[in-house]
């Protein structure tokens, strides 16, 4: 195991952190001998990011607006304070000591070193609540930017989310970053979603090439609530994402949709449990990867059926495309069965573009780097599709259309 002192060093510990940050000790850092993380060498990240200089440390201000179009959260890592916004009527949004310890997010799974060392230095965390029968119509949107606190080059960001019965909220998260800092960030997010609640979180992360970022996404399910999360990973250095669903009432569903882009020097590793409880819940997950160059891609997903889950309804998606030389992708889609009256599939497949489509667009006239981006492009727009905030999806296809023009360099 790795020496949790690499990511700690320079900070005083007290007894606010010391039961937390002894459990964090106990479990140690991932290593590649763990079968979860055989591709991601935390260790040796970790030793790239303390080599450039530590980030400025300094209290960021914190920016909360309301515009005709969203309702904006700007914010720095390592909160430090508790704060009060003046929210729409129906959305309570605070900065709250933290006081939930829960760092497993149900019997299968057990406790993991970064979602605990969040507990142990993420005194305060984002706390959202929708109130009950509440439909907010604006997106809310919370982006990550600047450092507070002295953590050395450890950022912390914990956020919550609390949809009471028949409330309604989609999210766009973001993590503005700074291309003079070297940080290790570390993610935390957890939602509660009540009967009938629906939430929809959506994703963009673009990472600076020498940064490492850890992120993790708790949610729970109660009965006929709908959870969908649309992630794009496309460009950074060392990105881990960690999605944990658990779906513990009847009619709950819970659509996972991800699009990611590692390319030279990069890894983006996506690791999804989706864990069917009780009967009669759906669960629908489709990952795309584009892998460009010396790039690494990683896809394992888990579905768990317990035995008294019948009438499941679970799907699960990998397809990847390998552009440039030496692209990796590793791919492992699962399912444990305990139940037997379901309808359950997975799969993946792993290719580079098709040639025949390549010469017909070639025949026509089109360059052969346009008709690779064309055909990329086409391939992605099916996560695209997902996205139903039409201002978010043109930030990625923005952002999407830069990577794919890099990678015909």
């Not at 989310?161 to 700074?178: A, G, Q, T, Y």
Request: aromatic letters at 8%.
């Amino acid at each position: 195991m790795g020496k949790i002192e690499s990511i700690i060093s320079g900070i005083n510990e007290n007894s606010a952190v010391s039961e937390s940050l002894s459990r964090a000790k106990s479990i140690g850092l991932p290593s590649k001998r763990v079968e979860d993380w055989k591709f991601f060498a935390v260790d040796r990240y970790i030793q790239e990011v303390e080599k450039g200089d530590k980030p400025a440390c300094g209290h960021s201000k914190i920016d909360f607006e309301e515009s005709e179009s969203e309702i904006s959260l700007e914010l720095p890592y390592n909160l430090e304070e508790e704060k009060e916004f003046q929210s729409p009527d129906g959305l309570n949004i605070s900065i709250q000591v933290t006081n939930d310890s829960r760092h497993a997010l149900n019997s299968l799974q057990t406790e993991e070193f970064f979602p605990v060392l969040n507990h142990a230095f993420g005194h305060y965390e984002v706390l959202i609540r929708v109130e009950k029968n509440r439909e907010i119509e604006k997106p809310l949107r919370i982006s990550w930017r600047g450092v507070s606190g002295n953590l050395g080059h450890m950022a912390i960001a914990k956020a919550r989310v609390i949809c009471e019965d028949n409330s309604s909220l989609k999210i766009i998260e973001s993590h503005n970053r700074s291309a003079n800092d070297n940080l290790i960030v570390n993610a935390l997010f957890k939602a509660d979603l009540s009967p009938g609640a629906k939430l929809e979180i959506n994703q963009l992360q673009a990472f600076e090439k020498k940064d490492l970022f850890v992120g993790y996404h708790h949610i729970t399910q109660k009965k006929d609530s709908t959870f969908t999360s649309n992630l794009f990973s496309l460009s950074g250095g060392k990105v881990r994402n960690n999605h944990q669903i658990s779906l513990e009432e009847s009619g709950a569903e819970s659509f996972l949709n991800g699009l990611f882009t590692p390319g030279v020097g990069e890894i983006i590793d996506n690791h999804t449990i989706v864990d069917h409880i009780v009967p009669r819940c759906t669960s629908d997950e489709n990952y795309k990867g584009i892998i460009s160059d010396k790039g690494i891609g990683v896809f394992n997903g888990k579905i768990f059926v317990r035995q008294d889950a019948q009438k499941t309804l679970a799907f699960q998606s990998n397809k990847n495309i390998l552009l440039g030389k030496n692209p990796t992708i590793h791919t492992k889609p699962q399912l444990e069965i305990w139940a037997d009256d379901v309808k359950c599939t997975h799969g993946a497949t792993t290719g580079k573009l098709d040639p025949e489509q390549l010469f017909y667009l070639k025949s026509r006239g089109i360059d052969e780097n346009e008709a690779e981006r064309m055909l990329t492009r086409g391939f992605a727009n099916e996560i695209l599709n997902k996205v139903s905030l039409q201002g978010f999806r043109k930030e990625v296809e923005i952002h999407l259309d830069r990577i794919l023009e890099r990678s015909d360099d």
